[in-house]
Protein backbone atom coordinates (compact mmCIF):
# COMPACT_ATOMS: atom_id res chain seq x y z
CA UNK A 1 0.00 0.00 0.00
CA UNK A 2 1.32 3.55 -1.02
CA UNK A 3 2.34 6.24 2.01
CA UNK A 4 -0.39 8.78 0.76
CA UNK A 5 -3.19 6.06 0.60
CA UNK A 6 -1.91 4.78 4.08
CA UNK A 7 -2.05 8.25 5.52
CA UNK A 8 -5.62 8.73 4.33
CA UNK A 9 -6.79 5.44 6.30
CA UNK A 10 -6.05 7.46 9.40
CA UNK A 11 -8.35 10.11 8.50
CA UNK A 12 -11.32 8.40 7.43
CA UNK A 13 -14.84 8.46 8.51
CA UNK A 14 -16.53 4.60 9.17
CA UNK A 15 -20.06 3.91 8.67
CA UNK A 16 -20.47 0.64 10.25
CA UNK A 17 -22.76 -1.37 12.10
CA UNK A 18 -24.00 -4.40 13.91
CA UNK A 19 -26.52 -6.42 11.35
CA UNK A 20 -29.26 -8.95 12.46
CA UNK A 21 -27.66 -11.58 15.08
CA UNK A 22 -24.54 -9.56 15.71
CA UNK A 23 -22.77 -9.82 12.99
CA UNK A 24 -20.68 -7.08 12.28
CA UNK A 25 -22.06 -5.15 8.34
CA UNK A 26 -19.23 -3.96 6.44
CA UNK A 27 -18.16 -0.39 6.70
CA UNK A 28 -17.24 2.36 4.10
CA UNK A 29 -14.60 4.44 4.56
CA UNK A 30 -13.89 7.48 2.07
CA UNK A 31 -10.32 8.76 1.31
CA UNK A 32 -10.41 12.52 2.08
CA UNK A 33 -8.66 14.96 -0.16
CA UNK A 34 -8.51 12.21 -2.80
CA UNK A 35 -6.30 10.30 -1.38
CA UNK A 36 -3.50 12.81 -0.27
CA UNK A 37 -2.19 13.72 3.00
CA UNK A 38 -3.76 17.38 2.71
CA UNK A 39 -4.84 20.01 -0.42
CA UNK A 40 -3.76 23.01 -1.26
CA UNK A 41 -5.43 25.57 -4.22
CA UNK A 42 -3.79 28.31 -5.97
CA UNK A 43 -6.05 31.34 -6.85
CA UNK A 44 -5.94 34.54 -8.86
CA UNK A 45 -8.10 37.41 -9.03
CA UNK A 46 -8.76 40.00 -11.98
CA UNK A 47 -7.17 38.48 -14.94
CA UNK A 48 -4.17 40.22 -14.85
CA UNK A 49 -1.96 39.79 -17.88
CA UNK A 50 0.43 38.37 -15.14
CA UNK A 51 -1.54 35.59 -14.50
CA UNK A 52 -0.98 34.30 -18.38
CA UNK A 53 2.27 35.31 -18.78
CA UNK A 54 4.18 34.26 -15.48
CA UNK A 55 1.59 31.81 -13.54
CA UNK A 56 0.85 29.92 -16.26
CA UNK A 57 3.74 28.73 -17.89
CA UNK A 58 4.89 27.76 -14.70
CA UNK A 59 1.60 26.15 -13.66
CA UNK A 60 1.44 23.89 -16.75
CA UNK A 61 5.10 22.93 -16.78
CA UNK A 62 4.37 21.10 -13.66
CA UNK A 63 0.78 19.65 -14.23
CA UNK A 64 -0.58 21.81 -11.49
CA UNK A 65 -4.01 23.22 -12.24
CA UNK A 66 -5.33 26.83 -10.54
CA UNK A 67 -8.55 28.62 -10.50
CA UNK A 68 -8.82 32.25 -12.00
CA UNK A 69 -11.34 34.82 -10.78
CA UNK A 70 -12.20 36.86 -14.27
CA UNK A 71 -14.42 39.85 -14.09
CA UNK A 72 -17.24 39.71 -16.56
CA UNK A 73 -16.78 43.20 -17.77
CA UNK A 74 -12.65 43.68 -17.06
CA UNK A 75 -11.49 40.52 -19.00
CA UNK A 76 -8.73 41.43 -21.78
CA UNK A 77 -7.25 38.77 -23.91
CA UNK A 78 -10.32 36.64 -24.03
CA UNK A 79 -8.16 33.84 -26.52
CA UNK A 80 -5.69 33.13 -24.37
CA UNK A 81 -8.03 32.97 -21.50
CA UNK A 82 -10.28 30.20 -23.49
CA UNK A 83 -6.99 28.59 -24.02
CA UNK A 84 -6.48 27.78 -20.19
CA UNK A 85 -9.45 25.23 -19.94
CA UNK A 86 -7.28 23.07 -22.21
CA UNK A 87 -4.51 22.88 -19.24
CA UNK A 88 -7.38 21.46 -16.67
CA UNK A 89 -7.54 25.18 -14.95
CA UNK A 90 -10.72 26.55 -13.60
CA UNK A 91 -12.92 29.76 -14.96
CA UNK A 92 -14.51 31.37 -11.54
CA UNK A 93 -16.35 34.57 -11.00
CA UNK A 94 -14.28 37.84 -9.27
CA UNK A 95 -18.28 39.49 -10.12
CA UNK A 96 -19.28 42.17 -13.58
CA UNK A 97 -17.38 44.79 -12.23
CA UNK A 98 -15.33 44.31 -9.37
CA UNK A 99 -17.34 47.05 -7.38
CA UNK A 100 -17.42 47.30 -3.39
CA UNK A 101 -20.30 46.16 -2.05
CA UNK A 102 -21.28 49.63 -0.56
CA UNK A 103 -22.20 50.52 -4.48
CA UNK A 104 -24.48 47.79 -4.26
CA UNK A 105 -27.51 49.55 -3.19
CA UNK A 106 -30.76 47.81 -4.90
CA UNK A 107 -31.48 44.04 -5.48
CA UNK A 108 -30.67 44.91 -9.46
CA UNK A 109 -26.92 45.87 -8.39
CA UNK A 110 -26.47 42.63 -6.79
CA UNK A 111 -28.54 40.52 -9.25
CA UNK A 112 -26.25 42.06 -12.18
CA UNK A 113 -22.65 41.51 -10.62
CA UNK A 114 -23.29 37.60 -9.85
CA UNK A 115 -25.95 36.40 -12.23
CA UNK A 116 -25.13 38.94 -14.92
CA UNK A 117 -21.58 38.04 -13.82
CA UNK A 118 -21.87 34.19 -14.41
CA UNK A 119 -24.01 34.67 -17.75
CA UNK A 120 -21.43 36.91 -19.49
CA UNK A 121 -18.37 34.37 -18.44
CA UNK A 122 -20.06 31.33 -19.35
CA UNK A 123 -21.46 32.93 -23.01
CA UNK A 124 -18.03 33.82 -23.29
CA UNK A 125 -15.98 30.85 -22.34
CA UNK A 126 -18.53 28.13 -23.25
CA UNK A 127 -17.90 26.58 -19.79
CA UNK A 128 -20.27 26.48 -16.25
CA UNK A 129 -19.22 28.54 -13.82
CA UNK A 130 -19.46 26.58 -10.07
CA UNK A 131 -17.27 29.36 -7.83
CA UNK A 132 -17.03 32.50 -6.52
CA UNK A 133 -14.94 34.94 -5.45
CA UNK A 134 -15.99 38.39 -3.57
CA UNK A 135 -14.87 41.46 -4.68
CA UNK A 136 -12.51 43.16 -2.21
CA UNK A 137 -13.34 40.22 0.41
CA UNK A 138 -16.74 41.79 0.96
CA UNK A 139 -19.57 39.89 2.33
CA UNK A 140 -22.88 40.14 3.19
CA UNK A 141 -25.70 38.07 3.92
CA UNK A 142 -27.90 39.37 0.89
CA UNK A 143 -25.13 38.80 -1.24
CA UNK A 144 -24.10 35.27 0.36
CA UNK A 145 -27.58 34.45 -0.33
CA UNK A 146 -27.39 35.37 -4.21
CA UNK A 147 -24.43 33.00 -4.82
CA UNK A 148 -25.49 30.80 -2.96
CA UNK A 149 -28.34 30.34 -5.53
CA UNK A 150 -25.82 30.41 -8.43
CA UNK A 151 -22.74 28.63 -7.49
CA UNK A 152 -21.30 25.68 -5.48
CA UNK A 153 -18.83 27.27 -3.96
CA UNK A 154 -16.98 31.24 -2.92
CA UNK A 155 -13.82 32.31 -2.06
CA UNK A 156 -13.81 34.95 0.84
CA UNK A 157 -11.50 37.49 1.97
CA UNK A 158 -7.45 37.13 3.41
CA UNK A 159 -8.12 36.96 7.14
CA UNK A 160 -5.69 35.08 8.65
CA UNK A 161 -7.41 34.17 11.51
CA UNK A 162 -9.19 32.09 10.24
CA UNK A 163 -8.08 27.88 10.85
CA UNK A 164 -7.61 26.28 7.12
CA UNK A 165 -10.36 23.42 6.31
CA UNK A 166 -10.46 20.48 8.02
CA UNK A 167 -11.95 17.24 7.66
CA UNK A 168 -14.87 16.63 10.41
CA UNK A 169 -15.39 20.39 10.26
CA UNK A 170 -17.84 21.69 8.40
CA UNK A 171 -17.36 25.14 6.45
CA UNK A 172 -18.40 27.87 4.93
CA UNK A 173 -18.98 26.91 1.43
CA UNK A 174 -19.72 30.11 0.60
CA UNK A 175 -17.68 32.22 2.36
CA UNK A 176 -14.09 29.90 2.46
CA UNK A 177 -11.26 31.59 3.83
CA UNK A 178 -7.98 32.47 2.09
CA UNK A 179 -4.30 33.12 3.07
CA UNK A 180 -2.75 36.04 0.58
CA UNK A 181 0.66 36.03 -1.05
CA UNK A 182 1.91 39.33 -0.11
CA UNK A 183 5.40 40.85 -1.12
CA UNK A 184 6.25 41.70 2.51
CA UNK A 185 5.96 37.87 4.08
CA UNK A 186 9.19 35.75 3.90
CA UNK A 187 9.68 32.52 2.00
CA UNK A 188 9.69 30.67 5.73
CA UNK A 189 6.12 32.10 6.12
CA UNK A 190 4.39 30.25 3.01
CA UNK A 191 6.43 27.19 3.89
CA UNK A 192 5.22 27.15 7.48
CA UNK A 193 1.31 27.44 6.19
CA UNK A 194 2.05 24.54 3.76
CA UNK A 195 3.60 22.42 6.85
CA UNK A 196 0.65 23.29 9.10
CA UNK A 197 -1.64 22.54 6.21
CA UNK A 198 -0.49 18.92 5.94
CA UNK A 199 -0.10 18.05 9.68
CA UNK A 200 -3.58 19.04 9.89
CA UNK A 201 -4.31 17.55 7.29
CA UNK A 202 -6.37 20.21 5.94
CA UNK A 203 -7.06 22.48 2.92
CA UNK A 204 -5.30 25.48 2.35
CA UNK A 205 -6.29 27.74 -0.02
CA UNK A 206 -3.59 30.56 -1.26
CA UNK A 207 -5.01 33.84 -2.38
CA UNK A 208 -2.41 35.43 -5.06
CA UNK A 209 -1.83 38.75 -6.65
CA UNK A 210 -0.41 40.00 -9.71
CA UNK A 211 3.00 38.38 -10.12
CA UNK A 212 6.00 40.51 -11.50
CA UNK A 213 5.44 42.85 -14.93
CA UNK A 214 2.09 43.43 -13.49
CA UNK A 215 0.49 46.32 -14.43
CA UNK A 216 1.72 49.54 -12.52
CA UNK A 217 0.66 50.47 -9.32
CA UNK A 218 -0.42 46.30 -8.15
CA UNK A 219 1.35 44.70 -5.36
CA UNK A 220 2.92 41.84 -6.85
CA UNK A 221 4.61 38.73 -5.96
CA UNK A 222 8.04 37.88 -7.86
CA UNK A 223 8.36 35.03 -10.36
CA UNK A 224 11.09 33.39 -7.86
CA UNK A 225 8.63 33.27 -4.29
CA UNK A 226 6.12 32.29 -6.80
CA UNK A 227 8.26 29.58 -8.54
CA UNK A 228 9.69 28.24 -4.96
CA UNK A 229 6.18 27.94 -3.86
CA UNK A 230 5.23 25.43 -6.85
CA UNK A 231 8.62 23.69 -6.38
CA UNK A 232 8.06 22.88 -2.61
CA UNK A 233 4.26 22.02 -3.33
CA UNK A 234 5.52 19.33 -5.89
CA UNK A 235 7.88 18.32 -3.36
CA UNK A 236 5.16 17.33 -0.89
CA UNK A 237 2.54 14.52 -1.02
CA UNK A 238 -0.13 17.20 -1.11
CA UNK A 239 -3.37 17.32 -3.80
CA UNK A 240 -3.07 20.79 -5.79
CA UNK A 241 -6.66 21.37 -7.21
CA UNK A 242 -8.80 23.59 -8.48
CA UNK A 243 -11.83 24.68 -5.83
CA UNK A 244 -14.03 23.00 -7.82
CA UNK A 245 -11.97 20.02 -8.18
CA UNK A 246 -10.73 20.00 -4.35
CA UNK A 247 -14.59 21.80 -2.89
CA UNK A 248 -16.54 19.29 -4.98
CA UNK A 249 -14.72 16.28 -3.88
CA UNK A 250 -14.79 17.79 0.19
CA UNK A 251 -18.49 18.90 -0.13
CA UNK A 252 -19.08 15.25 -1.68
CA UNK A 253 -17.75 13.41 1.05
CA UNK A 254 -19.45 15.52 3.71
CA UNK A 255 -22.55 14.24 2.15
CA UNK A 256 -21.98 11.39 1.88
CA UNK A 257 -20.93 10.27 5.09
CA UNK A 258 -24.59 11.71 6.49
CA UNK A 259 -26.28 9.73 3.70
CA UNK A 260 -29.45 7.92 4.66
CA UNK A 261 -28.62 4.44 5.48
CA UNK A 262 -30.84 1.68 5.15
CA UNK A 263 -29.97 -2.58 5.61
CA UNK A 264 -32.49 -4.89 3.99
CA UNK A 265 -31.96 -8.46 4.21
CA UNK A 266 -28.07 -8.79 4.13
CA UNK A 267 -28.28 -5.51 1.84
CA UNK A 268 -26.72 -1.97 2.56
CA UNK A 269 -27.81 1.20 0.73
CA UNK A 270 -27.00 4.48 0.97
CA UNK A 271 -28.80 7.41 -0.74
CA UNK A 272 -27.81 11.10 -0.59
CA UNK A 273 -29.37 14.52 -2.17
CA UNK A 274 -27.22 16.00 -4.40
CA UNK A 275 -27.25 19.69 -4.53
CA UNK A 276 -28.88 21.59 -7.96
CA UNK A 277 -25.67 23.35 -8.26
CA UNK A 278 -23.20 20.40 -8.15
CA UNK A 279 -20.81 19.34 -11.28
CA UNK A 280 -21.26 15.53 -12.94
CA UNK A 281 -18.74 13.86 -12.74
CA UNK A 282 -17.15 14.23 -8.89
CA UNK A 283 -15.81 11.15 -8.11
CA UNK A 284 -15.12 9.97 -4.13
CA UNK A 285 -12.70 7.14 -3.77
CA UNK A 286 -13.11 4.77 -0.72
CA UNK A 287 -12.93 1.58 0.96
CA UNK A 288 -14.91 -1.08 2.69
CA UNK A 289 -13.89 -2.18 5.49
CA UNK A 290 -15.30 -6.23 5.63
CA UNK A 291 -15.45 -8.15 8.84
CA UNK A 292 -14.83 -12.41 8.33
CA UNK A 293 -18.71 -13.89 7.74
CA UNK A 294 -20.02 -17.27 7.29
CA UNK A 295 -21.97 -16.16 4.56
CA UNK A 296 -19.91 -14.30 2.32
CA UNK A 297 -18.09 -10.91 1.01
CA UNK A 298 -20.41 -7.74 0.48
CA UNK A 299 -19.30 -5.36 -3.09
CA UNK A 300 -20.24 -2.07 -4.11
CA UNK A 301 -22.67 -1.66 -6.98
CA UNK A 302 -23.64 1.72 -8.66
CA UNK A 303 -27.09 1.73 -10.65
CA UNK A 304 -27.04 -2.03 -11.73
CA UNK A 305 -23.20 -1.73 -11.82
CA UNK A 306 -20.59 -3.43 -9.67
CA UNK A 307 -17.69 -2.05 -8.58
CA UNK A 308 -14.07 -2.64 -9.11
CA UNK A 309 -11.18 -1.41 -7.35
CA UNK A 310 -7.46 -1.46 -8.17
CA UNK A 311 -4.30 -3.03 -6.82
CA UNK A 312 -4.57 -0.98 -3.32
CA UNK A 313 -8.00 -2.10 -2.88
CA UNK A 314 -9.58 1.31 -3.26
CA UNK A 315 -13.17 1.88 -5.04
CA UNK A 316 -14.34 5.00 -6.83
CA UNK A 317 -18.51 6.42 -6.89
CA UNK A 318 -19.89 8.64 -9.38
CA UNK A 319 -21.15 11.54 -6.54
CA UNK A 320 -24.26 12.43 -9.27
CA UNK A 321 -26.22 9.25 -8.86
CA UNK A 322 -26.86 9.85 -5.17
CA UNK A 323 -26.97 6.27 -4.38
CA UNK A 324 -24.30 3.60 -3.58
CA UNK A 325 -25.45 -0.05 -2.75
CA UNK A 326 -23.21 -3.37 -1.22
CA UNK A 327 -24.54 -6.32 -2.14
CA UNK A 328 -23.49 -9.62 -0.40
CA UNK A 329 -22.13 -12.53 -2.34
CA UNK A 330 -23.16 -15.66 -0.78
CA UNK A 331 -20.28 -17.99 -0.07
CA UNK A 332 -20.72 -21.16 -2.59
Not at 23 to 28: A, K
Not at 140 to 159: F, I, K, M, S
Not at 178 to 184: A, C, E, G, T
Amino acid sequence: MSKRVGVGLLLFFTLGSVGAGGDLMPSIKVLPWNAHPAAVCLTFDGGDSSQLDVALPELNSRGMKATFFLIGNQTDRKDDWRKILIYGHEIGSNSLDHRHIADLITPRDLDSQVVGAQNVLQKEFGVSLYSFAYPYGEVTPRLRTLVGENHLLARGGDDLSQPDLKIGVEPDWLNLPSRKMDPNLSWATYQSWIDKDLKDGAWLIFKIPSLEEAREGYPSVSRHMFTQLLDYLQSKDVWVGTVLQVGSYFLGQNIFEKAERKTIQGKVRYQWKVPSTFPSGVVLQFTIATHPSPVGVYFPVQKGKKLKADGNGIYTLDFSKGELELLLLPKS
